[in-house]
């Protein structure tokens, strides 16, 4: 009997992955050989859930989206020609979603399970930490700045400086911190992969706390992922017992341990500063820079802030040389990026590809358009503080450069497309509804800003002619450049990007003008 494989990942139990295998032990009862079902990390393609895949001589076949019901007549396929069954997709690694990836981060996705740590080593794992050993701390950070691997967690800052001035600094403690506050509406890549290969950020983080000088880290991860929490303290004490974490790390003579933190659910606390606060048991509030943490951090020591994707790049980094990395992407934008494709999208899922190709690409070939069949109307791109960027500009490159050339960003990797139907003069209010809720308060123009926007937005809405809509336009914009300029975090300096798109691109559903909106 082949192996079978289902995805244990949170998205594909909460769409019934657990009824499938328990169809798959019910129905597989009396057999003379026992069923072989292992639960691996997840493909990423999330439309396809549950998705089951069968060893064959030509590699993994797959049937999905299952429920339980079709468990009995898939099992019965397989007895002859399983490509006959209705929900047969054939061998899933030639899907052309898949096939046309460039997955260097998400290349164990679907394939290992993921606490086994043999199989982790049987793909490449600990390779890049092998090798961070060999070559000595100078080497290994050099080689980190040779990548041209910039923070994936919005902001793009070239990890390698980051690298080197934490291990220019002198002090008796240093610290590793991983950002896995993933709070971005359209975001999934860190929790997929924190469930999925938590292997492989457990080397990261291993590799720059033996390179920057560092013993500790700490990994701070959302109250709302508790299957990533109980995923990560396991293989830490997996990790731990081989010999990866602890006074010794892979033979290294060198100490680097960790942690996992779990947040209380304030959006702020993925701002690095107000994380470095929730650490310490405060309340997370920004901190006013300098000193950046790089130099005085966690506890006033020097800390290395990165996020899940950064830290989860270096050990292929290690293992496979600068060059290799530089390979990919465009311009400064180097490496590959994970694309999270969510709302009203035909084939929502990850999409892990080389900067450089288009917005249009990832929305209408990989995400086959809008779920609903409505024309598109736009997609945020970066998460709920990201601009709305229009069908018109979806041949933008997906480089960071090119996005800040249109005023918008990548940020995180979170693209969220809508239909015609969708409402922009709502979704402006709405970001600056959720900046007034979320803000830390510390700064006049987030805190004060964010709620008077959203009073504008109601006046220019409730305006009974067009001069009054024409006035509180203006208003709005004069507000926006105080926010963005003004504020001392991303927050309250990123929220006026989706209301700025909304009111340039789409000045109808203010009830203005379009050339009024240009102004």
Not at 4 to 30: C, K, N, P, Q
Not at 176 to 200: H, Y
Not at 206 to 223: K, L, M, P
Request: charged residues 20%.
């Amino acid at each position: 009997m082949p192996a079978f494989y289902v995805s244990g990942d949170s998205v594909a139990r909460a769409v019934g992955a657990e009824e499938v295998v328990v169809a798959l032990i019910t129905h597989a009862r009396g057999r003379v050989v026992p069923l072989e079902i292992k639960r691996t990390s997840s493909r990423g393609l999330y439309w396809l859930e549950p998705l089951l895949e069968v060893d064959t001589p030509q590699g993994r076949f797959g049937f999905g989206p299952l429920t339980d019901a079709d468990v009995p007549s898939v099992l019965e396929a397989l007895k002859g020609d399983p490509s006959s069954h209705p929900l047969a997709l054939g061998l899933v690694e030639e899907l052309p979603y898949l096939k046309t990836q460039q997955r260097l981060l998400f290349a164990r996705a679907g394939i290992t399970q993921p606490l086994h740590i043999d199989d982790y080593r049987d793909h490449g794992g600990f390779e890049g930490l092998k090798r961070a050993i060999a070559i000595g701390g100078e080497q290994t950070a050099t080689e980190v700045f040779d990548s041209g691997l910039r923070g994936r967690g919005g902001a793009a800052f070239p990890a390698g400086i980051k690298w080197r001035t934490v291990r220019a600094t002198e002090a008796a403690q240093k610290y590793i911190v991983c950002n896995a506050d993933e709070g971005d509406s359209g975001t999934f890549a860190d929790r997929m992969l924190m469930e999925g290969d938590p292997f492989l950020l457990i080397e990261g983080m291993a590799i720059a706390g033996i390179t920057v000088g560092a013993t500790y880290g700490y990994i701070y991860v959302r109250s709302e992922y508790p299957d990533a929490v109980a995923i990560l303290r396991n293989a830490l004490e997996i990790a731990r017992s081989n010999g990866y974490l602890g006074a010794n790390v892979g033979g290294s003579g060198l100490a680097f341990d960790m942690d996992v933190r779990v947040g209380a659910g304030a959006y702020i606390c993925g701002e690095e500063t107000a994380l470095l606060d929730s650490l310490e048991g405060k309340r997370g509030v920004v901190r006013a820079k300098p000193p950046i943490p790089a130099l005085k951090g966690l506890f006033g020591q020097p800390t290395l802030v990165h996020n899940v994707l950064t830290l989860a790049s270096v050990p292929l980094i290690l293992a496979k040389g600068a060059q290799f990395y530089r390979d990919y992407g465009m311009g400064r934008s180097l490496g590959t990026m994970p694309f999270q494709l969510a709302g009203n999208i035909r084939h929502g899922g990850l999409v892990e590809r080389a900067f450089g190709l288009t917005l249009r690409e990832l929305v209408e070939d990989y995400g086959g358009g809008t779920a609903s069949g409505r024309p598109l109307k736009a997609a945020q791109v970066g998460g709920p503080l990201g601009a709305w960027v229009p069908p018109s500009q979806f041949d933008t490159p997906l480089d960071y450069e090119a996005f800040a050339g249109i005023g918008a960003m990548l940020g995180h990797g979170g693209v969220v497309v809508a239909d015609d139907t969708l409402d922009m003069a709502q979704m402006a209010r709405f970001a600056l509804q959720f900046c007034a809720e979320e803000s830390c308060g510390k700064c006049t123009p987030c805190r004060i800003g964010s709620t008077r926007g959203v009073e504008v937005i109601d006046r220019m809405l409730a305006a009974p002619d067009q001069g009054g809509r024409d006035e509180q336009a203006i208003i709005l914009k004069d507000l926006c450049d105080t926010m963005q300029y003004g504020s001392l975090c991303a927050l309250g300096g990123m929220a006026p990007f989706p209301v700025v798109s909304a009111l340039k691109y789409f000045p109808a559903d203010f009830g203005l003008q379009a050339s009024e909106a240009e102004q």
